[in-house]
């Protein structure tokens, strides 16, 4: 039976018992470092595959985005439930996106036997709510680009649109949310309160 390239590229990733957690916030990456040590992990900086936490809001999609980690070298574990935010951090390509409250609600240590199962089928893994985007695909892009604070302008060169098409965009983007000014936008993208 012949392989499928992404399962030939699973099939180069090391095992999961060694991880380097690379997160914004000391306190939190220690505990995570803990727990995952009482799992039978290893945790190194060194070690080939990269446990991400999204903590603060944005530090995976950056480092992911900026490409200083190779995606699929890479576990995504975020708090935030926009569904947005979750579709762009997938889109990006890393071996597993997990929700941290979903994880936290499973049997100890099952979500981590459950990735280690599917990369070794060469597939990639997913545990995040159910919640689809209402959004396509350039009004996703859009949203996440204002989330940051860009202004319409940087937006449409960036994309290589028309500055009033992006304010079109960002104005559907605004309405099929139901927020009605680019702070709830915001709040609403990097998951710091609640859905509006």
């Avoid at 979500?111 to 893994?125: C, M, N, P, Q």
Wanted: proline content about 6%.
């Amino acid at each position: 039976m012949e392989k499928n390239p992404s399962s030939i590229l699973f099939s180069l990733v090391p095992p999961l018992d060694r991880l380097e957690v690379l997160c914004g916030e000391r306190s939190t990456a220690y505990a995570v470092s803990l727990a995952l040590s009482d799992l039978g992990v290893l945790v190194q900086r060194s070690a080939e595959i990269k446990l991400l936490l999204d903590i603060p809001p944005s530090h995976a999609l950056r480092l992911l985005e900026a490409m200083k980690i190779p995606p699929e070298k890479t576990i995504v574990a975020t708090r935030n439930t926009c569904p947005e935010h979750s579709e762009d951090l997938w889109e990006l390509g890393s071996l597993a996106l997990v929700s941290i409250s979903m994880a936290l609600a499973r049997p100890r240590g099952s979500v981590l036997s459950e990735i280690r199962e599917r990369i070794a089928r060469g597939e990639r893994y997913r545990l995040t709510p159910d919640t689809a985007s209402r959004l396509r695909s350039t009004e996703r892009i859009v949203l996440r680009y204002l989330a940051r604070g860009w202004e319409p302008k940087q937006i449409a060169e960036r994309l290589q649109l028309e500055d009033q098409s992006v304010r079109n965009t960002a104005c559907r983007v605004r309405s099929k949310l139901g927020l009605s000014n680019d702070a709830r936008l915001t709040m609403y993208y990097w998951g710091l309160g609640e859905t509006f």
